[in-house]
């Protein structure tokens, strides 16, 4: 399986202090003992785990050190991890996208799926997505 790590995926498991860190710590070792399993992460992803890094440490964590943690996952991952270029225009959206909340989600959904992959996430309701359980 291909997954696409999205933004609170990543934040759940780069911060011990979060509710869902062990959740997500759980499912990755997992699938990284899965093997032909690939674990994508792409610009978004990244950025958004810098800027809710940031955010959420009411600016104690500066962009370079979020960086530096954000690299030390990506490290963790070995050969299961590759980089996946955004090459999907943002022009089109599904039809359950009705708002600007949905429109990164809806974005990476397509993303992964031109590439064949499926994004994983912790929010419900994104159609076409992997909750992780």
Do not use: K
């Not at 498991?13 to 869902?20: C, K, L, S």
């Not at 959420?56 to 979020?66: D, E, L, Y």
């Not at 708002?99 to 994004?119: M, P």
């Amino acid at each position: 399986m291909i997954y696409l790590l999205d933004v609170n995926l990543l934040v759940a498991w780069g911060w011990a202090d979060h509710a869902d860190h062990s959740r997500v710590g759980t499912w990755l070792a997992a699938q990284r003992g899965v093997t032909g399993t690939q674990l994508l992460t792409s610009a978004i992803p990244e950025l958004g785990f810098v800027r809710v890094s940031i955010q959420r440490s009411r600016g104690r964590v500066t962009p370079a050190q979020a960086s530096r943690v954000l690299a030390s996952m990506i490290q963790s991952l070995g050969a299961a991890h590759h980089f996946l270029v955004d090459d999907e225009p943002s022009r089109t959206w599904p039809t359950w996208c009705h708002g600007a909340g949905q429109t990164t989600d809806a974005h990476l959904v397509r993303l992964a799926e031109a590439h064949g992959a499926t994004l994983a996430t912790l929010n419900q309701g994104i159609l076409g997505a992997f909750l992780v359980p």
